[in-house]
Structures are given as C-alpha cells and as structure tokens.
C-alpha cells in the first residue's frame, strides 16, 4: 500500500515558501517513508556580490541491525540570485531528502548459493 501527501505553504509576510512530499510504502519485505522538503525564502538585494557562499551539503546515513531499520538523510543549503523585471532578489534555499527503512524480516545478505552462482 502506498500514500503520498503533498503539502505547499507560503507566507507573503516573511517572503517564504515551503513544498513537502511524505510517502508511506509498505510491502512483503519492508516498510518505506520517505519525506522530501523544499524551503525559499526570497529577500530583495540592492546589488549582486561578487562572491556567494557554495552550498552546503550535510549526508548521513544509519544502520541498526537490531531493530532493522535503516535510516538516509541528506541537505542541501545555499543561495542564488534572480532578477526580475528591474529588481533583484536573493533566493536562499534548503533542500532536503529523508529515508526511514524498516525491514520485516532479519536477512541481512543473501544466501551463499546465490552468491557463488
């Protein structure tokens, strides 16, 4: 069985908009969540600087063999410049991508037979 959800929220007032996507799968072997967010706060600029921060990439990823869960996170966080008409904004934005695994039954590798052959 599988549910997505998609969720989109603005604020005019602090310039922020926010898109997120959870999804729930579950089948014989494991259950699947999955939750992707992305967040722009936009802010008018009077002019461009030359240099801007690179973005930021954070990666974690964990393993419990006791409860059989895996777990995946990744982010991304930076900024970029847009124009529009004769005004120029700076766009800060933060991406991110998690992922719960938990796996129903204890087989960790697949037999030897179906290795060696």
């Known amino acids: 069985m599988k549910t997505i959800e998609y969720k989109k929220r603005h604020s ?3 310039h922020r908009k926010v898109i997120s996507i959870n999804e729930r799968n579950e089948d014989n072997d494991c259950k699947t969540y999955v939750h992707k967010s992305f967040v722009y706060v936009v802010n008018e ?3 461009m600087k030359q240099s801007l921060a690179e973005p930021n990439v954070f990666i974690r990823k964990r ?7 895996e777990q ?3 982010k991304v966080k930076g900024s970029f410049y847009m124009k529009r008409t004769r005004n120029l904004y700076r766009v800060d934005f933060c991406h991110a991508l998690r ?19």
């Open 12 to 14: 005019y007032k602090h």
């Open 45 to 47: 600029v009077p002019e």
């Open 63 to 69: 393993f419990n063999s006791q409860s059989q869960e």
């Open 72 to 74: 995946f996170a990744f």
């Open 99 to 117: 992922i719960l695994i938990s796996w129903k039954h204890k087989v960790l590798s697949p037999p030897k037979s179906v290795t060696l052959t």
